[in-house]
């Protein structure tokens, strides 16, 4: 995975297209110059203000609103992770996480004494303290491009986030967006089936097997949620 460049913000829909074959992902290109506002207001129940800010700013630039498809603040993928952060699964409840850490290969998985809820608050509060040592302003205010480049140091592991990797804190926020602009709008992202409609994904339909190996077919009915929602 890459910002910009190296694959993460190389093109919208070549990455779009490589998500819907599962392939690797990363951050999308952009044409807009800041964060659009949400297709509703929200008040976050997990997130203070700072955090918040700093949430739709990064999911902004993580999946932008382009001509290809509805970016992730219109898909309401902040107000999904803010939603997931009341979990159990965010409260780390279902983890083992007595010890001892010990950072080393990927086989011995996750090694940090934060659940999700935690790496948040010491992830964004890295970000920003960073932000604010090198351009003087909180990540949410600097310019998109900057926004890029700290997005691009923290998925490398090049920012310094206290005993937080930051590539461990991108990991876990990058992860929450592709569930957020991708998983049924009956968990609170994917406002109006839009990430699938972008990926022509027929979502909850009973029975589209006749489709399944029709390898770039174009699905001819719209998405269905669980709760029978359609695009």
């Not at 008040?43 to 700013?57: D, H, I, K, M, Y």
């Not at 940090?112 to 205010?141: C, E, K, V």
Request: glycine residues 12%; negative net charge.
């Amino acid at each position: 995975m890459g910002i910009n460049g190296s694959g993460f913000i190389s093109s919208r829909r070549r990455f779009m297209q490589g998500l819907a074959g599962v392939a690797t992902c990363g951050t999308v290109s952009a044409s807009g110059t800041g964060a659009a506002a949400p297709p509703k207001a929200y008040t976050p129940v997990f997130f203070n203000v700072a955090e918040w800010n700093f949430l739709l700013a990064a999911c902004d630039r993580l999946i932008p609103a382009d001509a290809s498809g509805p970016g992730a603040l219109a898909l309401n993928v902040p107000r999904f992770i803010d939603q997931q952060m009341t979990t159990p699964y965010a409260q780390g409840a279902q983890w083992y996480m007595a010890g001892p850490f010990v950072q080393g290969p990927d086989n011995l998985g996750y090694q940090l004494p934060y659940p999700p809820r935690d790496l948040y608050r010491h992830g964004i509060a890295g970000m920003d303290a960073h932000a604010t040592t090198r351009h003087a302003r909180p990540f949410a205010a600097l310019a998109p491009d900057v926004q890029d480049d700290l997005l691009r140091a923290a998925e490398g592991g090049k920012l310094v986030f206290g005993d937080v990797p930051s590539a461990a804190f991108f990991d876990q926020l990058l992860a929450n967006v592709m569930e957020g602009a991708f998983s049924d709008p009956i968990h609170g992202g994917n406002t109006g089936l839009g990430g699938w409609a972008m990926l022509g994904f027929p979502g909850a339909r009973a029975d589209f097997m006749d489709w399944v190996d029709r390898y770039g077919a174009h699905y001819p009915l719209g998405s269905v949620s669980i709760t029978g929602e359609t695009a």
